[in-house]
């Protein structure tokens, strides 16, 4: 009768933690940048697709009825809309600048080795754009000129 190989109560080397303490990841975007600028880059771009809907939409009016595309224009003419009016320029300028950066991610040699820095550039080129445009767009949201 065959008995079994003895049980070893060591674990696996795949399955051991690396030095560190630190569990491996499994792919390079698992709760890194990488997959935030992914999941931004889609919200931002379902957020725009919906602006532009609603755009065409409301703009449509004015052919139906001059009266009731005057009061849905007012209804823009809200301190929550220019609010809303900034997201979407910010969510245009990161879609715009993360688009190009996978576009170079894709098409370098090198541009899964700086994927990361290239974010962080689309991020300070984001901010750097809004905050020439946040002022004067809330100067006008606020102070009514």
């Known amino acids: 009768m065959a008995s079994a190989p003895p049980a070893s109560s060591a ?12 569990k491996k990841r499994d792919t390079l975007y698992r709760g890194t940048e990488g997959m935030w600028s992914w999941v ?6 379902m957020l725009l697709f919906l602006f532009l ?10 052919r ?11 209804t823009y003419k809200t301190p929550i809309m220019g609010l809303g009016e900034l997201g979407l320029v910010a969510a245009v300028l990161f ?3 993360n688009g190009i950066r996978i576009i170079l991610v894709d098409f370098l040699a090198q541009g899964t080795r700086y994927q990361r820095v290239m974010l962080w550039i689309v991020v300070g080129l984001t901010l750097v754009l809004l905050a020439g445009f946040a002022p004067r767009h809330l100067m006008n949201v606020f102070g009514g000129h």
């Open 11 to 22: 674990t696996p080397p795949s399955a051991s933690p690396p030095k560190g303490g630190r």
């Open 64 to 74: 139906v009825s001059p009266e009731v595309y005057n009061e849905v224009i007012g």
């Open 40 to 45: 931004a880059h889609r919200v931002t771009g």
């Open 95 to 97: 879609h715009a600048f």
């Open 53 to 62: 809907l609603v755009h065409v939409l409301d703009t449509a009016l004015v």
